[in-house]
């Protein structure tokens, strides 16, 4: 019998002996992959939204792998010319989805529509390019309601000339990507010029959809501006204060 309880507790102490080496292993495994770490991209001083990036505005630092993520950018080349979404902080490290080359083109997933003017009923005067607008049907033969979930992008807007709506002096865009929604008013207030074409980024479902409920001339849109707009220059503003 007592032999027999030797054995066991022979065999009790190895397997517990077995479960620390292999706790240790697993905690030296893991320090070693915190000591490890990974060039990134990040800038060496403060960039606002809106700035271009350039390769001497980067400088390398080295971050543990356990805390590298997919979006860090790894190489200062690949970002040259692209444009700062959002402000970027010194020596932070730069993510992908913070600087973006074209921000008025469509994603992969949209194209640019010129929607035509039969098909609009109103549109609000002080929508400018990059703005985020929301789109609602009407009509006899229809239920008025919103027509997509979410606010859509604009990709221009012009007069019956051609010529893009904004102020020379204070354009939109820079007032938007600065975050500065006093300037942004002020770009609408003094711009000139009717609204006779609109360019929308939309998902080709989205077209689809639109094209078939005003096609028929029963139903037409109303184009509004949305507030998500300045959403974008308040979280611009509150990222340029959080930088300095």
Do not use: H
């Not at 905690?27 to 960039?47: A, D, G, H, K, Y």
């Not at 194209?111 to 049907?137: C, E, H, M």
């Amino acid at each position: 019998m007592n032999r027999r309880r030797n054995v066991i507790i022979s065999i009790a102490a190895a397997v517990l002996s077995g479960m620390l080496v292999y706790g240790v292993y697993l905690l030296q495994l893991r320090q070693v992959e915190f000591q490890e770490t990974v060039s990134v991209m990040v800038p060496n001083r403060f960039v606002p939204a809106g700035e271009r990036i350039t390769p001497d505005m980067l400088e390398v630092k080295q971050v543990a792998k356990a805390s590298y993520i997919s979006e860090m950018v790894l190489d200062a080349e690949s970002v040259a010319g692209m444009e700062a979404v959002v402000p970027l902080g010194l020596g932070e490290p730069l993510l992908n989805w913070k600087v973006d080359k074209f921000r008025l083109l469509p994603s992969r997933t949209q194209s640019t529509f010129q929607i035509p003017r039969d098909y609009v009923l109103s549109v609000s005067n002080g929508i400018r390019a990059g703005d985020k607008v929301i789109l609602y049907v009407t009509g006899e033969e229809v239920a008025s309601g919103r027509l997509f979930d979410q606010p859509v992008t604009v990709a221009s807007v012009k007069t019956s000339a051609n010529i893009e709506i904004d102020d020379t002096d204070n354009p939109n865009l820079l007032s938007l990507a600065s975050g500065d929604k006093e300037k942004m008013y002020a770009s609408r207030r003094d711009a000139n010029g009717m609204i006779d074409y609109i360019n929308l980024n939309l998902q080709e479902e989205q077209w689809l959809e639109l094209d078939s409920l005003c096609k028929s001339g029963k139903a037409r849109i109303v184009i509004a501006y949305s507030s998500q707009s300045l959403d974008i220059a308040d979280a611009a503003a509150a990222q340029t204060e959080a930088g300095s």
